[in-house]
């Protein structure tokens, strides 16, 4: 095999891996989106919902997106850790994924 046919190869597994990661990554966002909905959205899904200015207050998932330093794993380990705030829901590590998946999902969002 030519260097070339080999780079090819190797561009096309990626191009390859890179649409079933975005598959993969739209599933978990609709996956994260039905447990919201289902679990969250009382408290975390309201209409014009921003950031919490006290201790008292409930953030908006959009919010929580769009937070400077907000990552996949910070929102995961803010669910493995059942704050006392909000209901312990035992959400599988799939289910945490999910959640966080469709959180960030929602940075872009006015």
């Given at each position: 095999m030519t260097k070339a046919a080999h780079g090819v190869l190797i561009a096309a597994a990626l191009s390859v891996n890179a649409l079933a990661t975005r598959h993969a990554h739209?599933?978990?966002?609709?996956?994260?989106?039905?447990?919201?909905?289902?679990?969250?959205?009382?408290?975390?899904?309201?209409?014009?919902?921003?950031?919490?200015?006290?201790?008292?207050?409930?953030?908006?998932?959009?919010?929580v997106a769009k937070r400077k330093s907000q990552t996949f794993r910070g929102i995961v380990d803010w669910l493995k850790s059942v704050p006392p705030m909000m209901p312990d829901h035992h959400l599988t590590q799939d289910e945490m994924?999910?959640?966080?998946?469709?959180?960030?999902?929602?940075?872009?969002?006015?």
């Amino acid at each position: 095999m030519t260097k070339a046919a080999h780079g090819v190869l190797i561009a096309a597994a990626l191009s390859v891996n890179a649409l079933a990661t975005r598959h993969a990554h739209a599933d978990d966002v609709e996956r994260g989106r039905a447990l919201a909905e289902k679990l969250c959205a009382v408290c975390h899904l309201n209409p014009g919902q921003g950031e919490k200015t006290g201790v008292d207050e409930v953030p908006g998932f959009v919010a929580v997106a769009k937070r400077k330093s907000q990552t996949f794993r910070g929102i995961v380990d803010w669910l493995k850790s059942v704050p006392p705030m909000m209901p312990d829901h035992h959400l599988t590590q799939d289910e945490m994924f999910a959640l966080a998946a469709f959180i960030l999902s929602l940075r872009d969002k006015p």
